[in-house]
């Protein structure tokens, strides 16, 4: 069964930082794109990030583009999300996701909340 | 960027009745490799979303048959055939041809 478990969120002040993480189990990790989407209090879903299989290659919505930074480490069949700069808006639901062309199987997201 | 435009926002339907939501692109979502990166997911109340609909029209595992996607270019459509209770949630469609984006979302509910 696939199993995708996010964790590290919490309460982080404005112009902080926070790194979230996603373990991935019941799948060959190092066959898959992941993805990052977000999702704020009563609103809709919202891509982040994307890694390819390799780790390779990286891509961001502009809306994070220079504070975030997604990775993976493929030994420890783990997805990664460090977070810079963090801002008000950043408030959300984290959910890792596999996928390429389509986001098949998702975790239940961890939340980070950013205030002072 | 791409923007998927939804329509209705939200939809009321009454059980045993089909339902059928919009999704329209700013830009045609052929990928340069052939194929069209729309899916459709549905999210529960405080549940994670879930894959319905992968590449237009193809039924992810364990999907119900009374769900069907259609469309091609910048216009697609999800149809519920004969809506169950279990589907009221919010319905996204989702482009992945050029980076990723959501449509807004639509709430279907039971009349």
């Known amino acids: 069964e696939v199993q995708l478990v996010e964790s590290g969120g919490g309460l982080v002040q404005p112009g902080g930082s926070l790194r979230i993480s996603c373990a991935a189990s019941?799948?060959?990790?190092?066959?898959?794109?992941m993805h990052w989407v977000r999702q704020a209090p009563r609103r809709g879903l919202v891509w982040v990030s994307r890694i390819n299989s390799y780790g390779t290659l990286t891509s961001y919505a502009d809306s994070v583009k220079g504070r975030f930074t997604i990775s993976r480490d493929n030994t420890k069949n783990t997805l990664y999300l460090q977070m810079n700069n963090l801002r008000a808006e950043d408030t959300a639901v984290y959910y890792c996701?596999?996928?390429?062309?389509?986001?098949?199987?998702w975790g239940q997201g961890t939340l980070v909340t950013v205030s002072s | 960027d791409i923007v998927l435009t939804q329509t209705p926002l939200s939809s009321p339907v009454t059980l045993g009745q089909p339902a059928s939501i919009s999704c329209r692109s700013s830009r045609s979502l052929v990928h340069s490799d052939g194929n069209t990166y729309l899916s459709w997911l549905h999210q529960r109340p405080g549940q994670p979303p879930r894959l319905l609909i992968y590449?237009?029209?193809n039924r992810f595992s364990g999907v119900p048959d009374r769900f069907s996607g259609s469309g091609a270019g910048t216009d697609f459509t999800l149809r519920i055939s004969r809506v169950e209770a279990e589907d009221v949630g919010v319905y996204y469609c989702m482009q992945a041809t050029q980076l990723g984006t959501f449509g807004q979302g639509t709430k279907v509910e039971i009349k």
């Open positions: 019941g799948f060959t990790f190092t066959n898959y794109w």
């Open positions: 590449k237009v029209s």
């Open positions: 996701t596999r996928g390429g062309g389509s986001l098949e199987n």
